[in-house]
C-alpha cells in the first residue's frame, strides 16, 4: 500500500507549481511522511467503519494516508470518506487518489465542490433548523487546513459567528468547524501553525477547543522549516490530535527534527504544564524536556507586570502612516523616534547612521504618541527566524538623548508607567531579566512565532519588584559588558 502514498508524493511535487491560486487560498500540501504520521495518531479501536472528514483535501494525501493504514492494518473493510476542496485543479487528482482504493476497502465516498467554511455553517444550521433532521457528524477528521486571515468585515466571519465561532484564520476556522461536526469521542489530528497557542487573538478558539475537546497529543518538529520544506513554509507548525467530549488527562508531546521522524521522541506531560491553572488568557504550553520549568522551579517568580506596578504598550508611531513627518537625522523641531536597532544591551545609540529614520517631527497631530523622556524597559516585537533570542530587551535612559519627549516606532513594547518612564534601578532589572536564558526558554514554551506581543508580557510571570530592583542595581554597578552566565547566575542568587 506504499506505494501509493509514494505516487501521491510525486503528484505532489508535480502540482506545486501550477497551484496559481495557492497563496491566494493559503494552501500547502501535505508530504507523505508527515500524512502518514498523522494518520498513525488515530485510536485505532475507534477506526472501524469510520467516517472521515478531510477539509481542505487536496489531492488526497490525508485521506489516503488514513485509507492506508485501515487497509494495511485491517481495521476496517469499510469506510464513509467526506472530502472537501474547492480548487477544481486539486479537485480532479482527488478523486483520481480516491480511486486507488478501488477494490482495496469498501468506499463510500463525496467529494464535495464548495468553500468548506459555507458547507460546514450551513451544514450546522439545517441542523438546528429542521425538526428531526439527521445530523452530519464525523468519526474522524484529518486536516491541513488553509493559512490566511479573515478579515473582520468579511462574509467568512460573518458565516463563523452564526455558529458561535469568533477567529481570525482559516486554518482555525477549519478545526472550530470541524469540533463542532464531530461525533462525541470523535477524534481530530491537524496540522495547523502554532501561533494559536497565545495572543489575544486567537482567545476564543483555544476556549472552544478547551471546553469541547480534551487535547491527547502535540507533535513539533524542532526546526522551523522542515515539515513544509518544499513549500518554503516557515511558520512553527504543531500536529496536534483532539478528542471530542474526552475528560482532559495528561498530553503526549512528541518532537522530530523534521518529517522524516527519525529521531521522535515522546514524554508525558500533566495538564497543568500545558494549561497553567488560572490562566485567563489560556495560553497553552508545549513542553519539550521534563525538566522543571522556570515557574516551577522558583515559586517566587508569581507576579504580573501589574501588581509590580508597571504597563506595556506597543510603540504607537507606525512610521509608514507618518512618512510626512520623519526625518533620517535630528534637525531643528524634531525629536528622537526609537527603533530596536537603537538599543544594544544597555546602551541606547543615538543618532545612528541607518536604514530607518532617526527623529520625527513634534507637531500637534504627533503629540499624542510622544513619550516623556525617562527610563523605559524596551522589548523588540519582531526577530528573524535565525536569531538566538526570542525576547530582546533594551533600556533608555533619559541621559542617553537631550530631548523632553521621545517616540518609540511600533516595532518596540515599551515598560512604562501611566505613559511616563519608570525607576531606574526597576527598568534595569526588567532588562536583565527578560535577557535572562531562563526567561528566554520558558517564553518558547508558549510562544510559537517570532512575535512578542504586549499580552505575552502582561501574561508572563515576574519576581517581586524588590528583587527586580536589586537586579537593577547590580546591572547600573556593572562595569563593561555583562556576559550571559553572569547575567543567569546573578538572577538566580537574588531569586
Known sequence: MMQILETLDKERMAINPLLKRKSELGQFLTPSSVAKFMASLFDKQTMTSPKILDAG?????????????????????????????????????????????????????????????EWATNTLHDENSLLGATKTRFTHAILNPPYKKIMSSSRHRKLLRSVGIETVNLY????????????????????????????????????????????????LFDSRDKAFKDDEVLQENVIMMLERGRVQ???????????????????????????????????????????????????SVCFSLKEIGVEVSTGPVVDFRVKSYLRDMPEEGTVPLFYPNHFV??????????????????????????????????????????EKRRIVAGVLSPQSVDYPVVGFENGLNVL???????????????????????????????????????????????????????????????????????LNQKLEDIL
Open 416 to 486: 512604562h508607567f501611566q505613559k511616563k518612564g519608570i525607576q531606574a534601578d526597576l527598568a534595569f532589572g526588567l532588562y536583565a531579566y527578560l535577557n535572562s536564558t531562563a526567561v528566554d526558554k520558558y517564553f518558547r514554551v508558549f510562544n510559537g512565532h517570532t512575535q512578542v506581543n504586549a499580552t505575552d508580557l502582561r501574561t508572563m510571570k515576574f519576581p517581586s519588584r524588590e528583587k527586580l530592583e536589586k537586579l537593577g542595581r547590580w546591572v547600573m554597578s556593572y562595569s563593561g559588558k555583562i556576559e550571559q552566565e553572569e
Open 345 to 386: 544591551g544597555t546602551h541606547t545609540e543615538y543618532p545612528k547612521i541607518m536604514k530607518k529614520s532617526n527623529a520625527i517631527v513634534r507637531d500637534d497631530a504627533i503629540e499624542k504618541w510622544l513619550y516623556p523622556n525617562g527610563y523605559y524597559t524596551v522589548v523588540k516585537r519582531f526577530s528573524s527566524k535565525e
Open 57 to 117: 483535501a487536496g489531492i488526497g494525501v490525508l485521506t489516503s494516508a488514513f485509507l492506508d493504514r485501515l487497509v494495511t492494518e485491517k481495521l476496517s473493510d469499510t469506510a464513509n470518506v467526506n472530502v472537501v476542496e474547492i480548487d477544481e485543479i486539486l479537485r480532479t487528482r482527488l478523486m483520481s487518489s480516491l480511486s486507488l482504493f478501488d477494490g482495496k476497502i469498501k468506499l463510500s465516498s463525496h467529494v464535495i465542490d464548495e468553500d468548506f467554511i
Open 172 to 219: 482555525s476556522a477549519f478545526v472550530g468547524l470541524a469540533i463542532n461536526l464531530m461525533e462525541e469521542n470523535g477524534q481530530i489530528v491537524a496540522i495547523i501553525p502554532r501561533s494559536f497557542c497565545n495572543g489575544p487573538y486567537f482567545r476564543p478558539f483555544r476556549q472552544l477547543l478547551l471546553e469541547k475537546t480534551a487535547i491527547i497529543h502535540m507533535h
Open 249 to 299: 488527562g495528561d498530553v503526549t508531546i512528541s518532537t522530530s527534527k523534521d518529517d522524516s521522524f527519525n529521531d521522535y521522541v515522546e514524554n508525558s506531560y500533566p495538564f497543568k504544564k500545558i494549561v497553567q491553572p488560572m490562566d485567563s488568557e489560556v495560553f497553552i504550553h508545549i513542553p519539550t524536556s521534563n525538566e522543571e520549568s522556570f515557574i516551577e522551579k522558583y515559586p
